[in-house]
């Protein structure tokens, strides 16, 4: 039996530590004051909130290049940006501490407006939060990227270039946004990022829940599941060595006390084999009475309403026959979750019937009326 090993949880995935909320908030409002405050003049803003050339290194304000970033051009300006500051605020925070957002973000943001502006002419001044937005999205997705292991490299590339191509890349150009204010915050965004990964990346790795998977036991999409794609196959040769494998597993030979009939099927749901069941006629069964045996083959399907599901539809197909009135199983009376899908497939319990085999619980079916001691007093026959 071979294992492989899946991370489950990492460092990002994991129930959400506390914090994050309130900072975010508080943020929130600020950039909001601020834009009011800007828009409106209030404390004369308009002067000594927005950032040039001029104004920071020829006359030493160097403030501005922070007030700037909690002033915007209108309501548009501010709403688009608080689109994406918002969640990537709550997640760099509740995840990654206020050390690194808000503290390094906004020192960055002053650096990011510091470069952008002596690419521009000498009044010409610059107001928004857009270069630390860009920056909060570029290292949230490089630490997502390194962290959660749980794909491929290829595949968390492709889905970081999508996002970003998404979320990112403007579908216009207009000549009042400084597209490099985006492009830089982009670019120290993924150098933080790769920054405190490398630093911190065996507090992150410690954080990875590791689970073992049977590679004989393959990881089924039952949240997916539907009763329609279940399909009852007739036992092939080919399947002898699978069916082999299904009766040595362990939860599976705990309750297993049949012998395969002459009518038995693999259970598909869609191409995949997902458990067996049959059906038979025992000794001292009266005419209309068929018994049925069943197992599912993967553990990790258990108490997920598989069974009870195919049972249902295998016992109705049975029932829909002319020559069958009653549908029979005789779980162990211990095995209380094959009992509880029994009789979620439509079984009723009768009562309990020591055997060779230990105490049984007699379950059945039926298509009609038929008398309840009817059935025990023939089981009883047989054990």
Request: overall charge positive; aromatic content about 16%; glycine content about 8%.
């Given at each position: 039996m071979?294992?492989r090993?899946?991370?489950?949880?990492?460092?990002?995935?994991?129930?959400?530590?506390?914090?994050g909320?309130?900072?975010?908030?508080?943020?929130?409002?600020?950039?909001?004051?601020?834009?009011l405050?800007?828009?409106n003049d209030?404390?004369?803003?308009?002067?000594?909130?927005?950032?040039s050339?001029?104004l920071?290194?020829?006359?030493?304000?160097?403030?501005?290049?922070?007030?700037?970033?909690?002033?915007h051009?209108?309501?548009?300006?501010?709403?688009?940006n608080?689109f994406?500051?918002?969640?990537?605020?709550?997640?760099?925070?509740?995840?990654?501490?206020?050390?690194?957002?808000?503290?390094?973000?906004?020192?960055?943001?002053?650096?990011?407006?510091?470069?952008?502006?002596?690419?521009l002419?000498?009044?010409?001044?610059?107001?928004?939060?857009?270069?630390?937005v860009?920056?909060m999205?570029?290292?949230?997705?490089?630490?997502a990227?390194?962290i959660?292991?749980?794909?491929?490299?290829?595949?968390?590339?492709?889905?970081v270039?999508?996002?970003s191509?998404?979320?990112?890349?403007?579908?216009?150009?207009?000549?009042?946004?400084?597209?490099?204010?985006?492009?830089?915050?982009?670019?120290l965004?993924?150098?933080s990022?790769?920054?405190?990964?490398?630093?911190?990346?065996?507090t992150?790795?410690?954080?990875?829940?590791?689970?073992?998977?049977?590679e004989?036991?393959?990881?089924?999409?039952?949240?997916?599941?539907?009763?329609?794609?279940?399909?009852?196959?007739?036992?092939?040769?080919?399947?002898?060595?699978?069916?082999?494998?299904w009766?040595k597993?362990?939860?599976v030979?705990?309750?297993?006390?049949?012998?395969?009939?002459?009518?038995p099927?693999?259970?598909?749901?869609?191409?995949?084999p997902?458990?067996?069941?049959?059906?038979?006629?025992?000794k001292?069964?009266?005419?209309?009475?068929?018994?049925?045996d069943?197992?599912?083959?993967?553990?990790?399907?258990?108490?997920?309403?598989i069974?009870?599901?195919?049972?249902?539809?295998?016992?109705?197909e049975?029932?829909e026959?002319?020559?069958?009135?009653i549908?029979?199983?005789?779980?162990?009376?211990?095995?209380?979750?094959?009992?509880?899908?029994?009789?979620?497939?439509?079984?009723?319990r009768l009562e309990?019937?020591?055997t060779?085999?230990?105490?049984v619980?007699?379950?059945?079916?039926k298509?009609?009326?038929?008398?309840?001691?009817?059935?025990t007093?023939?089981?009883?026959?047989?054990?």
């Open positions: 071979e294992m090993r899946r991370i489950k949880e990492n460092w990002i995935t994991r129930k959400l530590p506390g914090g909320l309130n900072s975010t908030l508080f943020l929130v409002s600020l950039l909001l004051f601020g834009s405050i800007y828009l209030i404390f004369h803003a308009a002067d000594w909130m927005p950032a050339a001029s920071v290194i020829k006359h030493h304000q160097y403030w501005r290049l922070w007030t700037a970033l909690f002033a051009g209108d309501l548009g300006h501010i709403l688009g608080l994406l500051f918002v969640p990537f605020a709550y997640f760099l925070s509740r995840y990654f501490s206020l050390l690194l957002f808000p503290a390094i973000g906004f020192l960055l943001g002053g650096l990011i407006n510091f470069i952008v502006i002596q690419n002419s000498p009044d010409s001044t610059i107001v928004g939060v857009s270069g630390v860009y920056w999205g570029a290292a949230w997705m490089t630490l990227f390194f959660d292991r749980r794909e491929s490299l290829l595949q968390r590339f492709l889905k270039t999508g996002v191509i998404v979320l990112f890349f403007p579908t216009t150009f207009l000549p009042e946004i400084s597209y490099l204010s985006h492009f830089l915050g982009y670019v965004g993924v150098f990022g790769v920054f405190v990964y490398l630093f911190f990346h065996k992150f790795n410690k954080a990875e829940i590791i689970e073992e998977i049977n004989d036991e393959e990881v089924f999409d039952w949240e997916h599941f539907s009763t329609d794609n279940i399909i009852f196959k007739p036992l092939e040769s080919q399947d002898s060595a699978m069916l082999n494998a009766l597993r362990e939860h030979a705990k309750n297993w006390r049949g012998v395969i009939s002459d009518n099927f693999i259970v598909y749901h869609k191409e995949k997902i458990g067996f069941i049959q059906s038979y006629i025992a001292n069964f009266p005419a209309g009475v068929l018994g049925i069943q197992f599912i083959a993967d553990k990790n399907l258990l108490g997920k309403g069974g009870s599901s195919f049972i249902k539809k295998f016992s109705d049975l029932l026959k002319e020559n069958v009135n549908v029979v199983s005789t779980p162990a009376a211990i095995n209380k979750p094959a009992i509880r899908a029994y009789r979620k497939a439509g079984f009723l309990n019937l020591v060779p085999n230990g105490v619980a007699v379950m059945e079916k298509r009609k009326r038929v008398s309840l001691p009817f059935i007093n023939f089981l009883s026959n047989i054990y």
